[in-house]
């Protein structure tokens, strides 16, 4: 008990050093504070202590960070009367994709309750782009970032530095695997069990499944889901009706469809599901005479297409509330344990699947 309450003093000594050198103007406005290193010799507390420190007064917007620069002092003059968060939101299909803007509804309807604004910037699936953006938001001083990432695994450096910084951080869906960080998703499992299994209760038996991102962690898990629900049935996966490249090879699909090897197809989104039953129509496919289709997200989009998509629906304003309640948490409560969340799903049937039995 007594080391962790003289760690914490430490903590407090240290912030409350920085303030009063700022408020003595020793540190003026947008002026270089020493660094982490210079600090800790010179008031004889630890990295970590030090680190610590630094991270909170980030968090509150009494310093930014520029990388590769150094730690500077926020000019109070230009900060908003309301707190300052950033979301990051990777966007799918453009910025007025319906998903996207229902997340972003989502986060700010949780945010406006506890008065925060929202800083909303799109990396257009561009994994340097995202990682620039994230650098300038911390370097702006910022309060926390929700991540929409295009590709958490390939961002790993940064979402790693943000941590390493006690710097609050949410990802949204896509998650690194088997490391410890805060996120927010639907339950892609359960979801897609869901859909193959009403799949084989249907008769269905040579049922594929078709990924669009499949080194993404939702449609891994999704792929798990599928893979149970055939195992609980009895049912081998066929290799030859897993079609988890990027460029679906959609010579053999048609081939398979036509022989009778393939009568039900699981897409791992509304997307994938879309631009297979557009594909499938124009080569006279009828859907879902000879073969069905079922997706994943219910989608603004696919009110538009000529058959109604089955699907599984997921709740993306669930998904931007829960993220953003996560992330005041977190700055909140900067030791607090990482939180998971999983949002329930909901099977939709409509017009694109059919019972053969």
Do not use: W
């Amino acid at each position: 008990m007594t080391a962790t309450k003289d760690t914490g003093l430490k903590y407090q000594k240290m912030k409350k050093y920085i303030i009063d050198q700022i408020n003595n103007k020793v540190y003026k406005p947008n002026e270089r504070i020493p660094s982490e290193n210079e600090l800790s010799k010179l008031l004889g507390f630890s990295i970590i202590t030090v680190r610590k420190a630094m991270a909170e007064l980030v968090n509150e917007n009494i310093i930014y960070r520029v990388q590769g620069k150094g730690s500077f002092v926020v000019d109070t003059n230009k900060i908003a009367a309301s707190k300052r968060i950033a979301a990051l939101i990777m966007s799918g299909n453009g910025p007025y994709d319906s998903s996207l803007l229902q997340i972003i509804k989502g986060i700010q309807t949780y945010f406006k309750k506890e008065n925060y604004s929202l800083i909303v910037e799109s990396s257009d699936s561009n994994i340097e782009k995202e990682k620039k953006i994230i650098d300038d938001l911390v370097g702006k001083g910022v309060h926390g970032i929700i991540l929409y990432s295009s590709n958490p695994d390939a961002n790993i450096i940064s979402i790693k530095r943000m941590r390493e910084m006690m710097f609050p951080l949410v990802l949204i869906d896509r998650y690194i695997e088997e490391y410890p960080i805060n996120y927010v998703c639907p339950n892609n499992f359960a979801g897609a069990f869901s859909a193959t299994e009403y799949l084989l209760k249907s008769g269905h038996k040579k049922i594929a499944f078709v990924a669009y991102e499949f080194y993404l962690s939702s449609e891994k898990e999704r792929f798990k889901g599928y893979c149970k629900a055939m195992e609980d049935f009895k049912v081998d996966v066929n290799p030859e009706l897993l079609f988890t490249e990027h460029d679906v090879d959609f010579e053999r699909m048609l081939d398979l469809i036509r022989e009778e090897q393939l009568t039900a197809i699981f897409a791992a989104n509304d997307r994938r599901a879309l631009e297979l039953m557009d594909l499938l129509s124009r080569n006279n496919i009828r859907i879902p005479d000879d073969v069905s289709i079922i997706g994943f997200d219910d989608c603004e989009n696919i009110k538009y297409a000529k058959i109604s998509l089955s699907t599984v629906r997921q709740d993306f304003i669930g998904l931007g509330y829960e993220a953003a309640n996560i992330l005041l948490e977190t700055i909140k409560n900067p030791d607090m344990e990482y939180k998971v969340v999983m949002l329930p799903t909901k099977l939709i049937i409509r017009d694109s699947t059919k019972n053969i039995k």
